[in-house]
């Protein structure tokens, strides 16, 4: 294995859980990457699977060129790699929590110069700067339609949702703004109902 990285425990959401679904993203295909986690949430790890490799850590030895550990390093005695990086999550001046460090560790990045600092100042050990990678993808077209009616028959409450049933079969991302006192008439996630007001 080339990258293996450590989660004791994947949040449901989360800064970290952020930061790597962005990394897998950007460098999963490429890059040979192995996640181990203790717990986690269902999702999150359905999600990174999409990008990376994802094992529950069910002990024995890992043997790796480069070890990424969150947070914490319990695993690492039964890791042998080439090189141990911490990753640097958070201030650690500002959250008055020393950081969890090691002595197999070979190198420490932070996601941004204040945490790279203060790190610094409060361990007296180097810390690289590795921004948070950001994927942007491409913006879907999105149909915005507006309408102020009754929802009754007469005024086309059959065929509005006929459409909006068609253009979810289609895929065709919508949002449809309804002004009407008639709210709920239509069951659709992407109808939305205001308030009419008169001018």
């Known amino acids: 294995m080339k990258n293996v990285f450590w989660f004791s425990h994947i949040n449901s959401i989360g800064g970290v859980e952020t930061f ?3 990394l897998a993203k950007k460098y999963g295909g490429d890059h040979d990457i192995v996640v181990y986690y203790a717990t986690g949430d269902p999702d999150q790890i359905a999600r990174l ?3 990376a490799r994802v094992r529950k ?3 024995g030895r890992i043997k790796c060129d480069k070890f990424f550990c969150n947070y914490n390093t319990d695993i690492i005695e039964n890791v042998d790699a080439n090189e141990y990086i911490g990753i640097i999550h958070y201030d650690a001046i500002a959250m008055k929590m020393m950081p969890n460090l090691h002595p197999k560790i070979t190198k420490y990045v932070g996601v941004s110069q204040l945490v790279c600092d203060n790190f610094t100042k409060v ?3 180097p810390c690289e700067l590795c921004y948070n990678p950001i994927i942007l993808d491409k913006p879907k077209k999105y149909l915005r339609l507006v309408s102020a009616t009754r929802l ?6 059959e065929r509005m949702r006929m459409l909006a049933d068609m253009l979810d079969e289609a895929g065709v991302p919508f949002e449809w ?14 109808i939305y109902y205001r308030e009419p007001k008169l001018g």
């Open 57 to 59: 850590y069910l002990g």
């Open 123 to 125: 361990t007296g050990l």
């Open 49 to 51: 699977r999409k990008y």
């Open 177 to 190: 703004i309804v002004y009407t006192n008639d709210t709920r008439e239509i069951e659709n996630p992407s």
């Open 20 to 22: 790597f679904h962005y």
């Open 152 to 157: 009754t028959a007469e005024k086309g409450k």
